[in-house]
């Protein structure tokens, strides 16, 4: 190929077989969905999709390909959620509103075509998958600057849903206007500690002179400002894309290391992968007893299981100062060496979910 026209001419027709294996392929997801119909499976199967991403990008690596893992994630896990839906469609529930990260973070693994339901509280979520009025929900559980999510913990330790998958996101802000140029913005909007996590921007391009005005999200702020030629908002890429407003500069934010950790939440248990992440719940007996929590933690020890995190919340149940134990560690809740260790507490263990690791 010499010229730009027989690029252009080979790109189509590659495009014309993508499409026509594409289409393949989803002849063979139709059918798959008709047998989990039948058997009542689950359409959604971190530890298959996994599978599949390590087998692509170990192809791509050996042969030399120009794709990347990050690469190849972003085209199969939107190929993956086209197959789902037609699989067997499946709402998706989320704490809202629209365009927030928690939205973001749910279309980053069920994609664009997704029935997307959003909810206005945490709990809202839980009640909403308990009542079968949708298949998954999406949850924030911790943030690398302000800490575990409470709300999330107390309704797991009372909940029959389970954790299937967990997502880290990089939490990134976006500079979005109508405006031509920044000298025409007299006004933005963001969630107030959007302006905090910005100053440093701000004060770059002269925008801490302008009229900052705090809204209840930067959902919110996207909205306001797509109606206001003269404004900008302080608000995730998604919310910017939603509402028509063009962003004019990304990762505004004067930190670029600040992430949070989303639990996908459905009512079925994943198999193993090889490379899973469990949570449970602990509400041990005898806590006036000298040791009783390094006991139980030396169990995992003993049996080589690292723990990934431990957080102690109250016991609002209980009288007086009662606390129980968020727990996470590496392994999943069929290998016998885990069984060997939940058997021994039964009654003092409760599992939340078994789930593909994740990467931060």
Known sequence: METLEECREAIDALDN??????????EVVQRVGEIKHATKGAIYRPEREKAILD???????????????SAIEAVFLEIFAVARNLELPEKIAYL??????????????FGAMSDYLSLGSIEA?????????????????ENSRDGVVGE?????GKSSVKIVAELYMPIHMAFATKAEKLHNIIKIYSKDKGFGQCREFLLEHGLDRVEHIPVESTAKAAVLASKD?????ICSHI?????????LFENIEDTHNNATRFFILSDFKNAPSGED?????????????SGVLFHFLEDFNQADINLSKIESRPSRDEGGFGYWFFIDFFGHIDEAHVQKIIAKHSDEVTWLGSYVKGEL
């Open 17 to 26: 077989e993508v499409l026509a294996l594409l289409n393949r392929r989803m």
């Open 55 to 69: 087998r692509l990008s170990h192809l791509s690596e050996t042969s030399a390909g120009l794709l990347n893992r």
């Open 96 to 109: 809202g509103p629209e365009g927030s990260f928690t939205h973001q973070a749910a279309e980053s693994r």
């Open 125 to 141: 979520v839980f009640k909403t998958l308990e009542a079968g009025r949708a298949k998954f929900g999406v949850v924030p559980i």
């Open 152 to 156: 999330t913990l107390d309704l797991l």
């Open 229 to 233: 030629p003269t404004a900008a908002a």
């Open 239 to 247: 919310a910017a894309k939603l509402y028509g407003l063009p962003t």
């Open 277 to 289: 992440k469990t949570s449970i719940l602990v509400r041990l007996k005898d806590t006036q007893k």
